[in-house]
């Protein structure tokens, strides 16, 4: 068992496959797809980015990706659009792998980590922070956003809407009549390699939001296109007169689809063409493609209340190597209250 660090995804063993095929299985945000475009599109200039991992023979044991900022400051591998970070580490000598990995870390001076979002309720990060403290790191965690998430538990739409409440049904209803009425609409769904040549019409809708444009175009355009080739693109666009009105991007995986990015022209405000849009999509992902949890992802919004059932916390965990003189280590904690600020 070593440790090595990699600074290309193309580095990585083949046996690396094995813990992303585990990880994408509680999230997207842990799939090698989603790490790849985050290689590719998400690394800013004066960045370095460190893939620190375990290895024994062709087996990889643990991946932490990392992107290095000031001095010994490493943080987690992430976007503005990232909702959910950790540590690939497979399930078995879980602590002689963390003790190789913080021996790997050291060796490599990294005085601070910032490792966020990170869930309330995660036994690798649990572990890993025990195995920091215990390599004489001081470990803090502050609160950074809420998830909102809905576990289907076997219903159908029609129940899942039975119990949503009655002013969101009758909203969505009496739209849903008048849009018809006096417009007309149609929904168009594109699943799977069908989506990338849709992102047009998300452009054009987001464009006339009250989002203004996308800011992060290539990042986005990379991740559906890696996402569409493993099938879990869904994205579905209203089109009122043949234009597009309003457009919502989601993703399908193992069973749970993720809220990604929604917007509408407020052109057509008064229709609600986004809360008729969720209708469609919660009535697709649950009926079709038969899924056991539905995550909104980044947000305590309002109206996401009315469409979920349960609320979660994500975090940030930033250790700091403890040692004197006392004066070092206060640069490093201010060094990560700066990386803070601007996030």
């Known amino acids: 068992m070593e440790f090595v660090s990699y600074t290309d995804m193309e580095q990585l063993p083949e046996g690396a496959d094995t813990l992303f095929a585990q990880g994408e299985k509680d999230s997207m945000f842990f799939s090698r797809p989603w790490f790849e475009n985050l290689a590719h599109t998400a690394i800013q200039d004066g960045q370095a980015m460190l893939l620190a991992c375990v290895v024994e023979g062709g087996n990889v044991l643990a991946i932490l990706p990392l992107t290095r900022h000031a001095g010994n400051t490493w943080c987690s591998l992430r976007h503005r659009y990232s909702s959910l970070y950790t540590l690939l580490l497979t399930d078995t000598d879980q602590e002689q792998i963390l003790a190789c990995l913080i021996q790997g870390l050291s060796a490599l001076r990294v005085d601070a980590l910032l490792l966020e979002p990170v869930g309330e309720i995660d036994s690798r990060v649990n572990s890993l922070q025990r195995s920091m403290e215990a390599s004489g790191f001081t470990c803090h965690r502050s609160f950074r956003f809420y998830n909102w998430i809905f576990k289907v538990q076997g219903q159908s739409y029609k129940d899942y809407m039975a119990d949503r409440p009655a ?68 994205l579905a666009v209203l089109y009122i007169k043949g234009q597009p009105a309003a457009a919502q991007l989601w993703f399908v995986r193992h069973a749970k689809a993720s809220i990604f990015r929604l917007a509408y022209d407020e052109t057509w405000r008064q229709y609600s063409p986004g809360s008729i849009l969720t209708g469609y999509l919660m009535e697709h992902v649950i009926d079709t493609d038969q899924v056991e949890e539905i995550d909104f992802l980044t947000g305590n919004e309002a109206y996401k209340q009315d469409w979920m059932s349960e609320r979660r916390e994500r975090w940030a965990l930033s250790c700091v190597k403890s040692r004197k003189p006392t004066g070092r280590l206060k640069f490093f904690t201010e060094s990560l209250k700066s990386i803070f600020k601007t996030r």
């Open 167 to 234: 002013k969101l049904r009758n909203i969505i209803a009496r739209k849903k009549r008048k849009l018809e009425r006096e417009q007309g609409y149609c929904i168009r769904l594109f699943a799977g390699d069908e989506a990338p040549q849709a992102m047009s019409d998300y452009y054009a809708v987001y464009g006339a939001s009250w989002k203004a444009n996308e800011q992060y175009a290539d990042f986005l355009d990379g991740m559906v296109a890696a996402f569409s080739k493993t099938g879990w693109s869904r």
